[in-house]
């Protein structure tokens, strides 16, 4: 028997929001159905707007506070270039010309706790060395009302998992 990946992606995005807690007195208490999840903003890890280079970098825009099909899309494709612009210019010499490609669009669905979404990213970019570098990957996103995960794959989409290491807290709620 065979799972539709809406059906899968459907457990895991309970899987993923169950680690989420909102805050209360000694310990964590679980959030309730139907609450926002929590997260700490301390936690989140993505590339810092690069400043220093001779190319800018790219402030990371805000969650919408009302998540909806398109906004997601809008939102994701806004924050993944963010996010693969500032990790060329964090990780490489001195970078001349930089090109980020959404290749598929991020077209959300909704699991009911939040919206999965992935797509083809091609990034470009040249250095003052005189290299050429292109990279494709998959960027996977988990978006809830509170937390944002990233999981970055190869060739296919795939469900961000908490438990790995490559799953990346990468925003809090809307202003983080």
Do not use: H
């Not at 028997?1 to 899987?15: E, H, K």
């Not at 009911?112 to 990279?135: F, K, M, P, W």
């Amino acid at each position: 028997m065979t799972l539709s990946r809406r059906t899968a992606l459907v457990g895991i995005a309970g899987v993923l929001s169950a680690g989420c807690s909102a805050p209360g007195g000694d310990g964590e208490t679980p959030t309730q159905p139907g609450e926002t999840p929590q997260c700490d903003p301390a936690d989140v890890s993505r590339p810092p707007v690069a400043t220093g280079t001779n190319i800018e970098g790219r402030a990371y825009p805000q969650k919408p506070e009302t998540l909806s099909t398109e906004s997601i899309l809008l939102y994701l494709d806004d924050f993944e270039t963010a996010f693969a612009w500032n990790r060329v210019l964090q990780t490489s010499e001195t970078v001349t010309s930089l090109s980020v490609d959404n290749l598929n669009g991020f077209w959300p669905d909704e699991t009911g706790d939040g919206y999965l979404a992935a797509s083809g990213i091609r990034v470009s970019y040249s250095t003052e060395a005189g290299s050429a570098n292109e990279r494709e990957y998959v960027a996977n996103y988990f978006v809830s009302p509170g937390p944002v995960y990233r999981y970055e794959s190869t060739n296919d989409p795939a469900t961000p998992e908490p438990e790995s290491e490559e799953t990346l807290l990468v925003q809090c709620g809307a202003g983080t």
